[in-house]
């Protein structure tokens, strides 16, 4: 008898013992599930009370694994295709609401974004609660007016160039520097500074493409040359004040629940917060004929 209640006394701490494991591998993944319902849930209810198509761009540092090693989040491929499928789902005549909150990203990534909300039909606007710098400011731009809360900033766009594996360095500093050194500059200086300058004159014209229709032609090639040229540094903080002395049509008005949003968007350690609409079915497309 003391034989068979040590065995069941075994049994029952190698039950609790898996029923443990079990529940630590379940309840991320069961947290995250309720952190992605309160999302939907408000962006229902912001979409109901605004009249937007409301949509997210978010990406925060995460702290991952046994030690809490920093994963840092950009604007990424997978974020792009996301974005640009909501926004084709979008009907013609309904508005869209982009919230971004990002360090910026790839510049293909965030240009295919700002063009395809650049080309949304109806009025386009970006919600910027705390930050949306390089990548981020870029879609921005494509929007018919940027929300920015008073502490939010913005960011230039000047492009990184990957000098050498671990070190970024401005398109804008690299050409200088070519320049700078004229006959004495190495070939791989030289390479480097031919690349910087296509990058800088490809960024700039996307640029101009953007604001164009709002700034006009010349404007919005000095704002281009502004942002790009390499007067900052990558992070100087473009405040709500200098974003209008720049000539951006920014405002204050922050829905006071994209907070709230703001707040389902934790620095979580496992899974990932990005790019999240309510799904609409596939608008149809008229077919087209040769003439257009």
Known sequence: MEDQGFIDLGNLVFLLFWLLLLFSILSPTLSYQRLRSA?????????????????????????????????YRFIDIDDSEAVIRAIRQTPPDRPIALVVHTPGGLVLAASQIAMALKR?????????PHYAMSGGTLIALAADEVVMDRNAVLGPLDPQLALEPGLHVPAP?????????GDKASDKLLVMADIAEKSLREIQELIVELVRDKVGEERARELAKTLTEGRWTHDYPITFERARELGLKVSDNVPPEIYRLMDLYPQAHMNRPGVEYIPYPVIPQRPRTVEG
């Not at 500093?173 to 050194?181: D, L, Q």
């Open 120 to 128: 949304h039909p109806s009025k386009k606007i970006v919600i910027v």
């Open 39 to 71: 999302r939907i849930s408000l962006l229902a209810e912001l979409e109901k009370r605004y009249g937007y198509r409301f949509i997210t761009l978010i990406h925060r540092q995460e702290r991952i694994g046994l030690f809490g090693i920093p994963v």
């Open 173 to 181: 500093t690299i050409v200088r520097v070519a320049r700078e050194k």
